[in-house]
């Protein structure tokens, strides 16, 4: 970014996940307006800081390596910087146990503004609702106690990449099987990207599967039923994603953090939720349409099919 007179030193804090990251870019955007000549710093966690300092909300990237209770050294240090940074405000966008912890060992010296929900702070967001409210509402009103009104909707179209080595298909749709190993009732079953990967090359769509590396076994089982399927699972960055969303005809997928991503590049996009997760407080929005079941493996491809044509022939919400 180019030098601004510095004339505030602003803390974001945000450390994860991907998804949330996302959310969390209309906030940042109306904080750079907010504060426009101020010296932004974004405390994130190794895998997003690139991302952070790509956007052009950000002066400064730190990373947080979340040291365990008994890293007391690594505590130490994290106090250190944090004090050494001299900050007038920090915007807690994580409000977490831990990001609330932060503000208290900061010690009863001089303390920066504080927007949170740490006890004790200067602009506290102390909605008793807040945890029934979808994360973007949520961060509207949180900075509007602190007095930033109009906060944008997500936008990530400074992310961009060039997607040549791709050789890319005339038509293609986006396919995100994966999401949190921890959570796998959040996926609808392989076998149902499979049938639906097939359903898709048959009306000349190429399916391109997006996923960590780990997520490799469901592309494989996806191809295993349409070898017309591409695995990209492992290859893409967080830039190329974004720019695949801009191409594609659309994008299916769990509740799961490249959706955002996905959607926040305007790609139209259906998510599919089950009882794990609840699209009132989570779902991406823009283009997007919802299906929902208790149990994804009870959701024929069928349905997901007819869920697609409603998406990409009807004004999405």
């Known amino acids: 970014m180019s030098e601004r007179s510095v004339t505030e030193r602003i803390l974001v804090i945000k450390l994860g996940a991907l998804g949330d990251v996302v959310q969390a870019f209309g906030a940042l955007a109306a904080i750079r307006r907010h504060h426009a000549g101020a010296h932004i710093t974004v405390l994130t966690t190794k895998p997003f800081a690139a991302l952070f300092a790509l956007s052009p909300y950000v002066d400064e990237t730190w990373s947080d390596v979340r040291p365990k209770f008994w890293h007391v050294g690594a505590w130490l240090e994290l106090r250190r910087r944090l004090r050494a940074g001299k900050f007038d405000r920090v915007y807690d966008l994580q409000t977490s146990g831990r990001s609330s912890w932060y503000f208290r060992m900061l010690g009863t010296g001089r303390r920066p503004e504080w927007s949170g929900i740490a006890a004790g702070c200067s602009h506290p967001h102390v909605n008793p609702r807040r945890d029934f409210m979808h994360t973007l509402d949520r961060l509207a009103e949180q900075l509007r ?29 986006l396919l995100v099987p994966g999401g949190s190993a921890a959570r796998p009732q959040k996926r609808w079953p392989a076998a149902g990207y499979g049938a639906l990967a097939k359903e898709l090359a048959r009306q000349g769509i190429t399916p391109l599967i997006l996923g960590m590396p780990n997520e490799r076994p469901l592309a494989a089982s996806i191809r295993a039923v349409c070898p017309d399927a591409r695995d990209l699972t492992g290859q893409t960055s967080f830039q190329e994603i974004a720019a695949l969303a801009r191409r594609a005809e659309f994008a299916v997928g769990n509740d799961t953090g490249p959706m955002h991503l996905i959607a926040a590049a305007g790609c139209r996009c259906l998510v599919l939720f089950s009882a794990d997760s609840d699209p009132a407080l989570c779902s991406p929005r823009g283009k997007v349409a919802v299906l929902r079941q208790s149990d994804l493996s009870e959701v024929p491809a069928e349905d997901v099919a007819r869920a697609i044509h409603a998406v990409t022939h009807n004004q999405a919400r």
């Not at 930033?148 to 038509?171: C, E, G, N």
């Open 145 to 173: 106690i602190a007095g930033i009104a109009d906060v944008p909707a997500p936008d990530v179209s400074w992310l961009a990449a060039d997607l040549t080595r791709y050789a890319l298909p005339p038509r293609f749709a």
